[in-house]
């Protein structure tokens, strides 16, 4: 742990809780001056509530930091500014309408009497852009009309330019191309001579063994591993980020009932950052979709439920012809359903009673006549549900929005069991939820497959997939990087993979891995 | 049953305190005449606040409502003075026009993504220049050809037109707690992504809620004509916030998904109750002016304390 510079940050035993869940678990952490340290783990290993704790976002619950030797507790993200810790996060703080130096310059623009020093500004903004090489973009450009690309490099120009000793990057370059990435290395070396610490989080294994000094691995809220960064080639890296813990024994509650009847053929879909995916899911399979937040998992499910438009590609369910939705209602008709990953955003009517959530999907075609309701067959659908999936309210008439998370997640399962459909995309299903809820869903998702259902579950926790799934498919980078079967699984026509591969370990390789640049073209564009 | 009645007794009491101080305060008030000239007031004010009561529950908004009712009017107007048509032919074109008026706001809004507030800003603006194009800017003088639509039928004392909205009420409250429709428009207001993720085509309802004011506002026009016995260009400016404020003080959201037409109703009625009463009472119109808008504000400010401790619960 010793390095010969001075510490700068010395992170003791901090820990966060979000409710009952525990995020951070006794984290300990120490950057020294002059180093770039990496911060590596899976989705949900605790990598950007530890990096939050430190700019002063957010307070931990319990422990604490010393900033060069002193106390350091910021009170919120301007005190730790004022100490000398920057922040750049993955969600862009910057304001679209105002202009490139304005963005730079926000909160210590340069003004007399309240009136602001263009000249100043701009020259200030010019000075902070060519240090960066961004020689092209003009000052005076409302941001909004740069790319996301350029955007991420201005945020990171904007946290440079101020004076700081401790900088810390969340996914710098998730949206960088090669040659920025490049520019901005150069740039965290020069910083390192000048001794500032570094904090890099990043998924992409190759750039932290190429600039890091140390690495430390986060995994389920836990430091598992620092140490240098040229000790660790990236295998072992992933695999000190897997749980070794979960492996293929995890299978007891997942009776296969898969068939090798086709329920849902996704050919060459290309969508957003989703380029050229093709699948089959099975009548009574239970589909896992593993890879990274960013990955392009949740726009996969979107566009073949009609809520994006596809750019290429086709949807082929059995006795139908190919189809390419563009409207959630044509999918639904066609009996695909969709949960989706935000239940509060876009899932549920929050103020609304549970009956109209329930029947909300099915009150025109099964609980009407010539548009009138039949309340009463829509009372008994509501009441069936409630009963059927344990939900835990004080009738059907009570607002969704008083109930807990697992239990507007049965709501909103409960519309699409009222509905009733062959192919359910479920995005997230057990995400925010307690434990006993999740077992229900899981037992739900069981049930439904053994009926003949085809489900595709995404996932950002892989332990479920594992668990509840028959097969898996790993995205990275918006295409499918890997495909693992359970052991025992039978039927599909496809010899099973020996027993090793159904880890953890394998999924977090495949996230991991970068996916081939060629195929960034999309292939479908040809054929529609 | 019965809970729905609960959420009415706010609005009824106020109503009910409104009557009974300007009966204490004027001898006249509690009348068969005070009621009548307000029954015979409010038909189209109510026909309107009915279909903004849709609109708004949807999260929309339709300014246009008064252009629209004073085009539908002179429509109606024109036909009969100029043209010579009798009073039926003439009321159904006046109905057509406010129907397409609302088809217009509805499709532009809906399909362009152009927030309805605009729309229908621009609405306003076109619907009161033509009208003042069809009747050259002059009244339309029709008599009592239309006058019998507004006049106390014998024995119930109520007027054609006053049935007629009563009707719409009814309807209305009815078409928002009972039909497939109802229920899509409340679900569209509180989160219209929801309701297309959960695979429904949000736009018919979302258009239809504009027909349906478009229509209403024909109905009113051809109400207003009756009252007035001819068609002015410059009638119901105006009226589309004299509606909203209805609609509001009923507690429908201006957010969308919370609403009752039958709650609007009570809003119609408590800002006339309040206007007669006052006027009645000879309070000068300034004063009257402040004293609405501050039962407006203050019957919201009490909606608002209430859905809060709603929350809370």
């Known amino acids: 742990m010793t390095t010969a510079e001075p510490v700068l940050l010395d992170v003791r035993n901090i820990s966060r809780t979000f409710g009952a869940v525990t995020v951070l678990d006794s984290c300990c952490l120490q950057i020294a001056a002059g180093e770039i340290h990496a911060l590596l783990g899976a989705n949900g290993a605790g990598k950007s509530t530890l990096v939050s704790i430190i700019a002063g976002l957010i307070p931990p619950t319990v422990g604490e930091m010393t900033l060069s030797g002193q106390l350091y507790a910021p009170r919120d993200k301007q005190a730790a500014e004022h100490l000398g810790v920057q922040i750049v996060q993955q969600e862009l703080n910057l304001i679209p309408t105002l202009t490139v130096a304005e963005n730079l310059q926000l909160n210590r623009l340069p003004h007399r009497w309240g009136i602001v020093n263009r000249r100043e500004l701009h020259e200030r903004a010019r000075a902070a852009l060519n240090r960066f090489h961004l020689h092209d973009i003009p000052t005076d450009l409302p941001l909004g009309q740069l790319g996301i690309g350029h955007r991420q490099l201005i945020e990171i120009a904007a946290a440079l330019d101020r004076q700081c000793r401790l900088l810390i990057l969340d996914e710098p370059t998730a949206a960088l191309t090669a040659g920025e990435s490049e520019t901005l290395f150069a740039h965290l070396k020069h910083l390192k001579t000048e001794g500032v610490g570094i904090i890099y989080i990043s998924h992409r294994l190759d750039e932290v063994a190429a600039i890091s000094d140390r690495v430390s691995i986060l995994r389920d809220g836990r430091v598992v591993n620092s140490g240098p960064a040229n000790e660790l080639n990236a295998e072992e890296m992933v695999l000190r980020m897997s749980d070794v813990r979960q492996s293929s024994s995890k299978s007891d509650g997942a009776k296969s009932s898969v068939t090798d009847r086709a329920a849902m053929t996704v050919a060459h879909l290309s969508c957003g950052p989703v380029r050229d995916v093709s699948f089959t899911v099975y009548q009574g399979e239970r589909l896992g979709i593993a890879g990274l937040v960013g990955s392009g998992r949740t726009e996969l499910l979107r566009a073949i439920f009609g809520a994006d438009t596809m750019e290429a590609g086709e949807v082929i369910l059995p006795e139908r012809p190919a189809r390419r939705y563009q409207h959630p209602s044509d999918a639904a008709s066609d009996g695909i359903a969709m949960l989706t990953e935000d239940r509060k955003a876009n899932g549920l009517l929050l103020p609304s009673a549970i009956r109209s959530n329930i029947s909300l999907s099915s009150i025109s075609r099964q609980f009407s006549r010539f548009g009138l309701i039949r309340q009463q067959q829509e009372d008994d659908a509501a009441e069936t549900i409630v009963h059927q999936l344990d939900i835990r309210c004080t009738g059907i008439q009570q607002p969704a929005e008083q109930l807990s998370g697992g239990n507007q997640q049965k709501v909103v399962m409960g519309r699409w069991l009222v509905r009733d459909a062959d192919v359910f995309l479920l995005d997230e299903p057990t995400r925010g939820i307690d434990v006993a809820a999740r077992r229900q869903i899981h037992l739900l998702l069981q049930s439904l497959a053994q009926t003949g259902k085809a489900l595709v579950i995404v996932s950002s926790d892989t332990s479920e997939l594992l668990e509840i799934c028959d097969r898996i498919l790993v995205m990275s980078g918006g295409q499918l990087t890997d495909e693992i079967r359970r052991p025992e699984s039978r039927g599909t026509g496809l010899p099973p993979d020996r027993a090793s591969d159904w880890t953890e370990d394998r999924i977090n390789r495949a996230a991991f891995q970068r996916p081939q640049r060629q195929t960034l073209v999309p292939t479908g564009k040809a054929s529609s | ?313």
């Open chain 2, 1 to 313: 049953m019965k809970r729905s009645l609960v959420q009415y007794t706010g609005l009824m009491g106020v109503l009910l305190l409104l009557i009974i101080i300007f009966s204490l305060r004027s001898e006249n008030f509690l009348r068969i005449a005070t009621l009548i000239t307000i029954a015979n007031q409010i038909p189209d004010l109510t026909l309107v606040a009915v279909g903004m009561t849709l609109v708004l529950i949807v999260g929309g908004i339709d300014l246009a409502v008064g252009s629209v009712l004073a085009l539908s009017s002179a429509v109606m107007g024109v036909l009969m003075v100029k043209t010579g048509w009798s009073v039926w032919p003439a009321g159904m074109a006046a109905i057509l026009t406010g129907l397409t008026c609302g088809l217009c706001s509805g499709f532009v809004s809906v399909g362009f993504r152009i927030p309805s507030f605009i729309v229908t800003l621009g609405m306003l603006e076109i619907a009161r220049g033509i009208t003042k194009l069809v009747t050259n800017s002059q009244t339309q003088y029709i008599g009592s050809a239309v006058e019998f639509i507004g006049e106390p039928l014998p024995v119930i004392l109520l007027s054609p037109a006053f049935l007629v909205a009563a009707a719409a009420v009814v309807a209305g409250q009815f078409l928002l707690s009972r039909t497939v429709f109802g229920r899509y428009c409340v679900a569209i207001g509180t989160n219209s992504e929801a309701v297309r993720m959960a695979g429904i085509r949000t736009a018919p309802p979302a258009i239809a809620v504009f027909a349906v004011s478009g229509f209403l506002c024909g109905l009113a026009g051809i109400a207003q004509t009756a009252r007035l016995s001819s068609a002015d260009p410059n009638a119901a400016v105006g009226l589309e916030l004299s509606a909203i404020a209805a609609c509001v003080i009923g507690g429908t959201s201006l957010n969308g998904g919370r609403g009752s037409v039958i709650s609007s109703f009570l809003g119609v009625l408590i800002i006339s109750v309040l206007q007669t009463g006052l006027a009645q009472l000879g309070v000068s119109d300034a004063n009257k002016q402040i004293t609405t808008g501050a039962v407006i504000i203050v019957a919201v400010m009490l909606d608002a304390i209430r859905t809060r401790r709603v929350h809370r619960k």
